[in-house]
Structure formats: structure tokens, C-alpha cells
């Protein structure tokens, strides 16, 4: 089999573009996509809803509204379960598979969302968000992944945007929630108890969709694996996927004895893919994206907008954009590419911070003019307008499809971990950092590291759109080791001389 004829190849996608159409209309692609990104709207949800419910929080627990403290550790205590259910997460998906991880993470987040309706004082609140966060973790590394690996090629970028797509979805429904429920006497207890309700729908559809064909080809059950894919290709592909899967099984069940956490830095060509993904997925929180969602609310209250209600309702116009931007993301990511992609809403993400950072600067000084409130309102609004297409489904495609087989479910519940990791740092700091030296300071230092992203984007990433996971695997060799090695050299031989 040539490269240009290679199921999924640049050459191939050329010569056959109207597959992607085909493939994008395929029910059964579509039924797997959508199912797998509930994973994804449970992470948005439950992103999104805190940052209203800690408004009414508030007004329950006296010592909560009291410690700036108390209100980051009940945001952050999620994060503190995602960080272990992703490190956990890549071994449970390699270990039993890509649907028992769903399941296993539907069942723990149900029980996070009782424990947080029902909690009697802020503590237990807590325990029921470090539930929540484990559910959350093993979601974030088993979603993308498992529609990565039922996805062809020529969409996977746009179907695993799709799962970002779920995310920013949920933190768009969590916003409506949290509006809805305002005058609903328990507020904060239905907006946190609702969050259950997809994960009992993810975990009843689950039990009826397949595992993911890859997996099943690395355990050698390529009976089930072939009737999956079935559905998935039509004739004339199905064939040359089968040979292909079969042959790449082969090799990696080869390397699969060696696998190791030490070989993913041992080994210089994961170690430079792991060090391109866990590098996007840190920057992806650093460059402020979940301090938005958290805390849009206050930070439009900051702005000079105290009214909860229209906090919430400029909050959710917000989530509205962020959504939509997802929408646009998912066209583009398989048309414009991954790295170009990011380094477009990198650009218009430090312009967007420069705005925020001024208005909240002047109004700091102390003007009253209401101009500078909205116009930090503008700036919230740009930032997610520039994210949500780049610098939200990049990371997370990228993170999908970078890993051979015998290191994509440690590798992604690594770099997911790094996610996880970052995006504490900036929950359990980011009101802590404002009162120390200003709201404006807080944004400006924020667009300084998103300076940083661009370079990093620039200097580490190449471009993997329409690539197989093979053609994927072979920059890195080449990255490693140069062009005139890559053919020979597996990813394991040279792990000595690295």
C-alpha cells in the first residue's frame, strides 16, 4: 500500500474529498460522536454551573461568603478530583476499554450530583464536587479518544471538535440552568443536582453503542472490532482499514511490552509529542479560559453589574458565544489546520485580554462611567469569540491523535492531568491574585502568557490535519531523529539512545 493510497493519508484525502461529506452524514458516526460528547457536556456543565450557584452559595453559608478562601476550594475541589480521575483515567481506558471507562465515570458523577443537592454545609458540598471531578477526569481523557479512534481521518479533527463542541455546550445549558432556577426556592442545590441528569442518560445510551474498534483490535478481538467498523466505512475502505489496523496491531502489541510511564520521557519522540500536548492543554488554562467560565459571573460583577440576575443573563450570552465559536471551530480545525488555527485565536485572545485588562485599569483609577463596564463586558465577549474556535477544540484534537496506540490512553490521561493541573492553579488563585494587585493586572498577566502560547504553538507544533495516527507518528521520529532515520527506526529501539 502506497502513502497516497493509505486509508486517510493527505494523498488520499485529495483524491477523494467527497468522503468527508459521506462520512460526516453516516448515522452510526454520528450516534457514537454524540453519545461518547456527553462525557464532554458533563465536563461543561460542570464547569459552568458553579460559577452561578457560588453566587447563591453565598447567601446559604455565611463562612463561605466570608473566605474568598472557601469559595476557591468549592470551585476547585472538582478540579482536585478530575486531575485524579484523569491520571487514572488513561489507565482505565487501556486496561478496560474505552465504554467501561464511560460507565464508570457516569456512575461516580451521579453520585457527586446527589451528594452536592443534598449537602448540609459547605463541606460536604466539597466532598460531593471532588465526586464530580473524578467523574469529570476519566470523561475528559475517554471522550475525545474514543471518538478519535471511530472516527476516519478525513473528520476526525471536526468530530473530536465536536466532543469541545458538547463541552461549551454544557457550559451554555449550565447557564440556563442557573437562570432558570434564580427564583426557585434551593437554587443552588438544583442547579448542582441537575448536572446528574446527562450522565443517567450517557450511561443508558453507553450500554448500547460498541467499544472502539482500535481498542478491540489491540485485545485481538478483531471479529468485533471488523463488525463495528462496518458501520463506520463503506466497502470499498472497509478492506484497506482491516489490513492496515491489523498489520499497525501487530506492531504495537510488539512494542506494547515496553510500555511505560519512564519510556513517554525516556523516549525522545514521545517525549516531544507529549511535551507539544501536555504544553497545549497547560496554555489552554493559562491563558484564562476557565477563570472566564467560572467566574464571568463576578467578573462581570466587577465590571459594575451587581444585579445576580442580569450577572448571570450577560453570563450566558457569554456561554452563547463560546458555544457558537465551537460550531466555527469544528469547520475549520479539518479545513484551516490545528496550528494555524491556534495561533489565530492565540492573536485575537491577547487583544481581547489587552481590552479587559485597560477597562478594568481605568475604572480602577476611579471613573464611574458605565462606558468602561461594558466595555469589559466587550472584552469577555472577544476573548470567547477568538477561544472558542482555536484555542478550545486544538488542544484537545491534537491531544487525540498525536500518540502511537500503545501510549494514547497514558499519554492522554497525562496530558489531560497537565489540563487538569493548570486549570487549578488558575481556579484556586485567580480571585486571590485579583485582590493582591487588581483585577487589570490579573487580565495583562494573563495576555503575557498567552504571548508565551503563541510562541510555544509556533515552535512545537506541527500540523496534523488529515493525517492517519501513523503519518502523525512519523513527524515525531522525523522531529526526533531526522528524516533519514524516521523510515527505520520504531518508537522504542531508540529509547536507549534518547
Partial sequence: MTLDSMPGSSGYLDLHPERKMFYFKNPYILRLTVVAGIGGLLFGYDTGVISGALLYIK????????????????????????????????????????????????????????????????????????????GVGVASVTAP?????????????????????????????????????????????????????????????????????????????????????????????????????????????????????????????????????????????????????????????????QSNQLALLLSLIVAAMNAAGTVLGIYLIDHFGRRKLALSSLSGVIVSLLILSAAFF??????????????AVIGLALYIGFFAPGMGPVPWTVNSEIYPEAYRGICGGMSATVNWISNLIVAQTFLSVVESVGTGATFLIIAVVAVIAFVFVILFLPETKGLTFEEVERIWKERAWGSSGSNTQSLLEQGDES
Fill in 362 to 375: 481605568v475604572q480602577s483609577s476611579g471613573s464611574t462611567s458605565v462606558f468602561y463596564g461594558w466595555l
Fill in 59 to 134: 447567601d446559604d453559608f455565611e463562612a463561605v461568603k466570608d473566605s474568598s478562601f472557601l469559595q476557591e476550594t468549592i470551585v476547585s475541589m472538582a478540579i482536585v478530583g478530575a486531575i485524579i480521575g484523569a491520571a487514572a483515567g488513561g489507565w482505565i481506558n487501556d486496561a478496560y476499554g474505552r465504554k467501561k471507562a464511560t460507565l464508570l465515570a457516569d456512575i461516580i458523577f451521579t453520585l457527586g450530583a446527589i451528594v452536592m443537592a443534598a449537602a448540609p454545609d459547605p463541606y460536604v458540598l466539597i466532598l460531593g464536587r471532588l465526586l464530580v471531578g473524578l
Fill in 145 to 305: 479518544v474514543y471518538i478519535a479512534e471511530a472516527s476516519p481521518s478525513e473528520i476526525r479533527g471536526g468530530l473530536v471538535s465536536t466532543n469541545v463542541l458538547m463541552i461549551t455546550g454544557g457550559q451554555f445549558l449550565s447557564y440556563l440552568v442557573n437562570l432558570c432556577f434564580t427564583e426557585v426556592p434551593g437554587t443552588w442545590r438544583w442547579m448542582l443536582g441537575v448536572s446528574g441528569v446527562p450522565a443517567v442518560i450517557q450511561f443508558s445510551l453507553m450500554l448500547c453503542l460498541p467499544e472502539s474498534p482500535r481498542w478491540l483490535f489491540m485485545k485481538d478481538d478483531k471479529e468485533t472490532a471488523i463488525a463495528v467498523m462496518s458501520k463506520i466505512y463503506n466497502l470499498s475502505r472497509l478492506e484497506d482499514e482491516i489490513d492496515y489496523l491489523t498489520s499497525q496491531a501487530e506492531e504495537e502489541h510488539h512494542k506494547k511490552k515496553d510500555v511505560s510511564y519512564w519510556n513517554v520521557f525516556k523516549v525522545k519522540e514521545i517525549r516531544l509529542a507529549f511535551l507539544a500536548g501536555a504544553g497545549l492543554q497547560a496554555f489552554q488554562q493559562f491563558t484564562g479560559i476557565n477563570t472566564v467560565m467560572y467566574y464571568s459571573p463576578t467578573i462581570v460583577q466587577m465590571a459594575g453589574f
